[in-house]
């Protein structure tokens, strides 16, 4: 199925050995290579070179295996203290961040690379000039020049990326991704039709459960719409993803067609359905607009702790969310309804995810965490006064216009001098008046 591939791609590319492990399949293989061109090509390439000899060569290639090794543990050594660092102050869910960049895994994999390079080639050189790998010597200089500017590169990314305006950015860059992928979703989709009207349903239905425990990671919804059309069933889906199911719980409804109690259905069936919902241990950004957004609501809502005390941080966040709910109120958020290629309902929306909830899923933490930070208070409303450009219908600006109240509302409980309350107040004053204009 699509969200199994689906799947085991987010695994690998959260994981911090698939490529590292690639590179070192890579190197074998290049080895393998570069020694055949020497014992076939020796007499026509080989006397181009020059690599001094056997005595030489071992030495080089002993010193580029050791140093490239040493290396390479410390990477991954440097990699673990930022990690640590950045979980201290910005959260546990900010690793991901981390073991997902290219940079940090193609580092640690081009040292060990090198380092498996060097000690296949080191095996073939012998006390004779004439069985001398110089092909393979000369490339294994070349890739150590490589690791060595892999190195510079590492060391600028990270020492960048632990900068708290640069983590920022890049998970609202995150942010964006998910709603570039997501929205419209999964309208697009081959064999698959928005909108239409669900029929009446009779009874509870049968219900469909879990396999496992866990995060809801994805759901298959091209194959949810073709069983449904297969078997002349409605159903319904009573979570979305990121939302944490029970196994053997019910995660979906199904009816016949018509909407009437659906006849007794095959366990295969049954199995057929469910494992259209994926399961994991923790939430990914794959189908989940919500997780990518929390990340930055979480760094936003740490720097606002007493213990970290920083809300130039939360503003920042406050502006980039603010952003991301701009550029989602200019999208086409999934239907309700989904049906199949003759236009009959198939499959219902029982959770859907609205633009009111994202706005307060933005801002009801910060809002709460604030506290008598008066910079916060007027970050937000500025965000929300930003925001209001972009939205299309009354829909959208009626929860704008709550959460300005919200912001005011505790502000005023708050923030204890009345000259600062007049700030936020007049700032509250505008985002009412853009609102209404706009209206």
């Excluded at 892999?150 to 708290?164: E, G, P, S």
Aim: with cysteine; hydrophobic share 45%; proline share 5%.
């Amino acid at each position: 199925m699509h969200n199994k591939s689906q799947s085991l791609s987010e695994r690998l590319r959260a994981g911090f050995w698939f490529l590292p492990l690639g590179m070192c399949v890579v190197a074998v293989a290049l080895a393998t290579l570069t020694l055949w061109i020497d014992d076939n090509y020796d007499g026509t390439l080989g006397g181009l070179l020059t690599t001094g000899g056997p005595t030489g060569a071992q030495n080089v290639l002993t010193t580029v295996a050791a140093s490239m090794i040493t290396v390479g543990a410390t990477v991954l050594s440097v990699t673990i203290v930022a990690m640590q660092l950045a979980s201290t102050q910005f959260g546990p869910r900010i690793l991901t961040n981390f073991v997902r960049s290219r940079v940090n895994q193609a580092a640690l994999g081009s040292f060990v690379a090198v380092f498996t390079f060097a000690v296949i080639v080191l095996r073939r050189t012998g006390n004779s000039v004439e069985s001398l790998p110089r092909i393979s010597v000369l490339v294994a200089l070349l890739l150590t020049a490589g690791a060595v500017v892999m190195l510079i590169v590492f060391v600028h990314h990270i020492a960048t990326t632990i900068q708290a305006m640069n983590l920022v950015g890049l998970i609202a860059r995150d942010v964006g991704r998910s709603m570039d992928e997501l929205f419209p979703d999964p309208a697009d989709a081959d064999g698959v039709e928005p909108g239409g009207e669900c029929p009446e349903v009779q009874g509870d239905g049968t219900p469909i459960n879990a396999v496992t425990t866990g995060y809801l990671q994805l759901v298959d919804v091209e194959d949810l719409v073709e069983l449904g059309r297969e078997h002349d069933l409605l159903l319904r889906m009573l979570v979305r993803p990121g939302k944490f199911v029970v196994g053997h719980t019910p995660v979906a409804m199904a009816w016949s067609g018509d909407g009437s109690a659906a006849a007794d259905m095959s366990d295969d069936l049954k199995d057929e359905i469910a494992d259209c919902f994926t399961t994991g241990p923790r939430r990914t950004r794959g189908q989940d607009a919500e997780f990518p957004v929390k990340q930055l609501v979480e760094v936003a809502v740490r720097s606002l702790s007493p213990a970290i005390n920083d809300p130039i941080t939360a503003c920042a966040c406050t502006d980039h969310l603010g952003a991301a709910l701009c550029r989602l109120a200019e999208r086409r958020l999934p239907p309700d309804v989904l049906c199949d290629a003759d236009g009959r309902a198939r499959l219902v929306h029982g959770d859907p995810l609205t633009f009111s909830m994202m706005v307060g899923v933005c801002f009801d933490q910060v809002r709460q965490s604030a506290d008598y930070h008066v910079v916060v208070y007027v970050h937000l409303l500025e965000a929300l006064e930003r925001l209001v450009p972009c939205l299309t219908d009354d829909d959208q600006r009626e929860p704008v216009r709550r959460q300005a109240d919200l912001v005011l509302e505790r502000a005023e409980q708050v923030v204890p001098q009345e000259a600062d309350r007049d700030v936020v107040r007049r700032r509250h004053a505008r985002v009412v008046e853009v609102i209404d204009a706009r209206g």
